[in-house]
């Protein structure tokens, strides 16, 4: 018979190992956790952004001074940059004012004022401001000019 010795982990070392991967364990998580709750975030934002620039494309579209002198149109109607002027939309609505229900927890604003641009009167140069707004970001802003040509 040989004599050899055998090799063992101790209780000591077994339980050490199991709160050691414990721990690791737990950190892990955590940083899955808070990447898994904000990874919704990169496409509201860019929904919002896109939101904006709808609205921005369709006010830079129409006519700089009110073409038939109608004031207090419905959204439909429009006719003119300042008709935006105000406009506070509780979910994203299209340029027809009907509403688009994936797009309900979206808040768009816009703001429309005189402004001098460059030399030009501000008389003639109009500030658009859009706002997209949603619960989980900070507010998107666009700003563009339209001018009187």
């Given at each position: 018979m040989s004599n050899q010795r055998q090799t063992a982990f101790t209780l000591i070392e077994v339980i050490t190992t199991?709160?050691?991967?414990?721990?690791?364990?737990t950190?892990?998580?955590s940083v899955f956790t808070s990447t898994i709750?904000?990874?919704?975030?990169?496409?509201i934002q860019q929904q919002a952004v896109s939101i904006a620039e709808a609205?921005?494309?369709e006010i830079l579209l129409k006519s700089f001074s009110d073409p038939d002198g109608i004031g207090g149109?419905?959204?439909s109607n429009y006719d003119d940059v300042f008709d935006y002027d105000g406009l506070n939309d509780?979910?994203?609505r299209d340029q027809d004012d009907n509403a688009i229900a994936s797009l309900a927890d979206y808040t768009v604003t816009v703001s429309v004022a005189n402004d001098a641009l460059n030399g030009i009167a501000s008389a003639d140069a109009a500030l658009i401001t859009v706002t997209a707004d949603h619960t989980v970001l900070d507010p998107i802003v666009l700003q563009g000019y339209r001018a009187n040509y």
């Open positions: 199991i709160v050691i991967l414990a721990v690791a364990a950190a892990i998580m709750k904000s990874s919704a975030n990169p496409m609205y921005m494309e149109e419905s959204r509780v979910g994203a």
